[in-house]
């Protein structure tokens, strides 16, 4: 069992490491899983789509900014 504490601190490490990089760029950017759903919005995504990451992450709902109604 002592291999999986380091094992488990790594991996939170490069989710940091990833949150970091996600949000340092000017790119709107998401990721998700397997599953579709979202594990990372980032702040570009919140400027540019108008959808905060709180109301995305843990969703399927990434499609929903692409198909709101635009005015012409």
Request: hydrophobic letters at 35%; proline letters at 8%; a positive charge.
């Amino acid at each position: 069992m002592p291999h999986r504490i380091p094992a488990r601190a790594s991996s939170l490490s490069q989710l940091k490491r990833l949150d970091e990089i996600l949000n340092g760029t000017p790119v709107p950017t998401f990721v998700i899983d397997l599953e579709h759903r979202v594990t990372h919005w980032n702040r570009a995504c919140e400027v540019v789509l108008h959808y905060p990451a709180q109301r995305m992450i843990g969703t399927c709902d990434q499609w929903k900014p692409f198909t709101r109604t635009r005015a012409r």
